[in-house]
Structure formats: C-alpha cells, structure tokens
T-cell receptor, first 114, second 112 residues
Framework: DTEVTQTPKHLVMGMTNKKSLKCEQH?????MYWYKQKAKKPPELMFV???????INESVPSRFSPECPNSSLLNLHLHALQPEDSALYLC?????????????FGSGTRLTVV | AQRVTQPEKLLSVFKGAPVELKCNYS??????LFWYVQYSRQRLQLLLR??SRESIKGFTADLNKGETSFHLKKPFAQEEDSAMYYC??????????????FGKGTKLSVKP
C-alpha cells in the first residue's frame, strides 16, 4: 500500500458542529502532516507529527485539534469552525520528518463550513 | 527569509512547444527542492526531486545554486501536462526537523 487515505472526501458542517477528519497510511512512515489549501493557493502547513508526537504547530487556532493515536493514523478534530476555514485539508506522510525524497499526499477532505 | 518564488501564475503554450516553469528560492542552508504537480481533481503528486536528478514524464529540473533557481523544463509539451505545478523547498529548523514549504504555483495550460 503506497497511498495516504483521507476520509471523508467531502464534509459540510455548521459552525456549532464537532467533526473529525481522518488520515491513514500503511507505508511505515513515521512523520505525518496536516496541510490546508485554499482555492488557487498553495498548501500551507498546519501540524507535523513525528513518531506520534506533535512536532510542529504553525500557530493554528485551537478550534483545530490534531491527534495521532498510532503510527498509521492521524486525525484532525474540528470544533466551532468559521466559514473562512472552508478549504481542502490535505494529509501527507514521509518516512521521517523532513525526508528528502518528498512527501506522499492524500487526496484531501474538502470542507465547507456553513 | 526562506521562501520559494514562482513568478508566473499562468503559463500557456501550444502542444509540442518547449516549456519552462520558473522557480527561485531563498534559503541559508543547502537547499532540497522538489516539484509537485496537481492535475485537475487529483491529489498532489511528487514529480521531481533535485537530489535524484531524474526525468519524469519528460520533465527535468536542474538546481542552479548560483542563480538560486530550480526551473522545470520539458522540450515538447503535451496536452496532458496541463496542471498546477508547485515548486517546494524543504526547510530545516534544526537537526532533522524539516518543513516542506510551497511556492504559489504555476498553472500550465497546453493548447492543442
């Protein structure tokens, strides 16, 4: 398995809802990432997990809460989001943090906050 | 500041014409650079990395440290090359902690 799988593919949520995005990989990668991509913009890093520990938090608001239950799974818990949080949320993984052969990206979850 | 610059938002060429997508970087250390491609409604895919000096789908990219550039080239564009192309730089904080940062992207449109 050489893929990063993200679910759901699409999500519409209200500003008072609580939802979670899920990311899974079975490549034995020990670093996993959450990126946010707005329309026609490049991906922007949100969080990095290295060996299941949070390594980088790029000053992301607390309404986004990451979780890494094990080396294959990465979740992003969402609560009290704003309409401007609507975007494509990408998960990626690599053998280790900063791997120089690049990251493998999932196809993303397209989130709409209403 | 460490950054990646892609000066062209949109590049439009005819099928069979040569293509060059520009990328310049600013980085105090030894750079590790990549090209990613995002076809319409598909996931972001790694196209090239400078350390491997490979050619993928006819594309090549050479790191020029003197000009701090990593331009992506293809001698004969194909319609299926139409996509968004991102240049990316692996930025290290210290030790092995790295962060992949992206340029703003260039949309390549290859016309028949």
């Amino acid at each position: 398995d050489t893929e990063v799988t993200q679910t759901p593919k699409h999500l519409v949520m209200g500003m008072t809802n609580k939802k979670s995005l899920k990311c899974e990989q079975h490549m034995g990668h020990r670093a996993m990432y959450w990126y946010k991509q707005k329309a026609k913009k490049p991906p922007e890093l949100m969080f990095v997990y290295s060996y299941e520990k949070l390594s980088i938090n790029e000053s992301v608001p607390s309404r986004f809460s990451p979780e890494c239950p094990n080396s294959s799974l990465l979740n992003l818990h969402l609560h009290a989001l704003q309409p401007e949080d609507s975007a494509l949320y990408l998960c990626a993984s690599s053998d280790r943090q900063g791997a120089n052969y690049g990251y493998t990206f999932g196809s993303g979850t397209r989130l709409t906050v209403v | 500041a460490q950054r990646v610059t892609q000066p062209e938002k949109l590049l439009s060429v005819f099928k069979g014409a040569p293509v060059e997508l520009k990328c310049n970087y600013s980085y105090s250390g030894s750079p590790e650079l990549f090209w990613y491609v995002q076809y319409s409604r598909q996931r972001l895919q790694l196209l090239l990395r400078h350390i491997s000096r490979e050619s993928i789908k006819g594309f090549t990219a050479d790191l020029n440290k003197g000009e701090t550039s990593f331009h992506l080239k293809k001698p004969f564009a194909q319609e299926e090359d139409s996509a968004m192309y991102y240049c990316a730089l692996m930025m290290y904080y210290g030790g092995s902690q790295g962060n992949l940062i992206f340029g703003k992207g260039t949309k390549l449109s290859v016309k028949p």
